[in-house]
T-cell receptor, first 111, second 114 residues
Framework: QQPVQSPQAVILREGEDAVINCSSS?????VHWYRQKHGEAPVFLMI?????EQKGHEKISASFNEKKQQSSLYLTASQLSYSGTYFC????????????FGPGTSLSVIP | DGGITQSPKYLFRKEGQNVTLSCEQN?????MYWYRQDPGQGLRLIYY???????QKGDIAEGYSVSREKKESFPLTVTSAQKNPTAFYLC?????????????FGQGTRLTVV
């Protein structure tokens, strides 16, 4: 039931782009994206609802393909502050108030 | 300042003892959640509550108990029945139930059982 995230880890140089993928074997109603820096609480980035919409947050955007039960998080022109672990959380169509998180993707941005 | 507070930040207990982790929020949120975080496993849902005096089991509820007697408080008890309790515990709250509400997380409690 836990969504799968890929890649598990990625290292970028400042200014490079990255894509983090999240997929589920269940029918999805929503996808939630959070970023957690080491030793800190996860911080909300965005929510995507069923409908295939794409959202943006500064240079971070995401898409949601509910037919494929997949979401992707796009980080463009990465900054040092983007480093952290990114989690996707999925809300199922049958129990959308219960968000299940993936194992996380560790992103490191180096100068 | 509104927010969600977990205490203590670090907690040490002897094996076989029950321990209660505190979670308080002053955001007037209806929903509250407890997650356990282990390296490489993400955030796993222990219990959640959408309203006072009601709560539901998450995916890994065995060995844990909760109560929701007040809207702002959602304490988690790690019982001696939990086979591997050493972990980082995160509490979260959201305005209401529903697919489009963001969750606010506390700073977490790191529990070590020796």
């Amino acid at each position: 039931q836990q969504p799968v995230q890929s890649p598990q880890a990625v290292i970028l140089r400042e200014g490079e782009d990255a894509v983090i993928n999240c997929s589920s074997s269940k029918a999805l109603y929503s996808v939630h994206w959070y970023r957690q820096k080491h030793g800190e609480a996860p911080v909300f980035l965005m929510i995507l609802l069923k409908g295939g919409e794409q959202k943006g947050h500064e240079k971070i955007s995401a898409s949601f393909n509910e037919k494929k039960q997949q979401s992707s998080l796009y980080l463009t022109a990465s900054q040092l502050s983007y480093s952290g672990t990114y989690f996707c959380g999925t809300g199922m169509a049958t129990s959308y108030d219960k968000v299940i998180f993936g194992p996380g993707t560790s992103l490191s941005v180096i100068p | 300042d509104g927010g969600i507070t977990q205490s203590p930040k670090y907690l040490f207990r002897k094996e076989g003892q029950n321990v209660t982790l505190s979670c308080e929020q002053n955001l007037n949120h209806d929903a509250m959640y407890w997650y356990r975080q282990d390296p490489g496993q993400g955030l796993r849902l222990i219990y959640y509550s959408q309203i006072v005096n009601d709560f539901q089991k998450g995916d890994i509820a065995e060995g844990y108990s909760v109560s929701r007697e007040k809207k702002e408080s959602f304490p988690l008890t790690v019982t001696s029945a939990q086979k591997n309790p050493t972990a980082f515990y995160l509490c979260a709250s959201s305005m209401n139930r529903g697919p489009n509400t963001e969750a606010f997380f506390g700073q977490g409690t790191r529990l070590t059982v020796v």
